[in-house]
């Protein structure tokens, strides 16, 4: 299971940016549909499901029979339904005055997450599976570090993150809550 964090500034430009593969099992669902197929007709039509998405070609199989894009190839991919789900983020912000947005968008698998800060700091995360607590938690964690950055009195809002601590201890927290 993999999750994809992105912070953008708020002009929108992206100042970080983060890829967590989880060891966490997957929760299943099985549709009614999916369980009384064989799992080599779930996984037929995975080249035309990639080709209509806009990924790469290259295909990872899992041992459920599902099929999932693989290799890192399709990060085009992935920012294109962060950027895509910005409007999306948006209306929701103006209709809720939290600053946890829980699922804003989906596209396919992806499921689109959003924290608002009080500063119009966008932190979004694409993820596969429903764990809103853990996200939530994710989120304030990952928040706290990004006032703590923002302190430094020689960095801005806009300029992008490169500190090592900070990466090293996002990591850690996706590593605790997702």
Do not use: C
Not at 4 to 23: K, Q, R
Not at 27 to 47: M, R, V
Not at 111 to 117: D, L, M, N, Q, R
């Amino acid at each position: 299971m993999s999750h994809h964090l992105f912070i953008l500034s708020p002009s929108d430009t992206p100042i970080y940016n983060l890829t967590y593969s989880s060891t966490k099992p997957a929760p299943t669902t099985n549709s009614p549909l999916s369980s009384n197929l064989p799992t080599w007709s779930t996984s037929a039509f995975a080249g035309t499901l990639t080709a209509l998405s806009g990924a790469s070609s290259t295909t990872q199989h899992t041992t459920g029979g599902g099929v999932r894009i693989g290799g890192g190839q399709d990060r085009h991919v992935i920012q294109m339904i962060a950027n895509a789900s910005l409007d999306a983020i948006e209306d929701v912000m103006r209709k809720e005055g939290a600053m946890y947005l829980k699922s804003v968008d989906k596209f396919n698998e992806w499921t689109v997450s959003a924290f608002i800060t009080p500063g119009n700091t966008k932190f979004v995360l694409l993820h596969e599976a429903k764990n809103d607590e853990g996200i939530k938690s994710f989120f304030y964690e990952v928040w706290e570090l990004y006032v703590k950055t923002m302190l430094n009195p020689f960095h801005s809002n806009q300029q992008v993150i490169r500190s090592s601590t900070f990466d090293t201890r996002v990591r850690a927290s996706a590593k605790k809550y997702l």
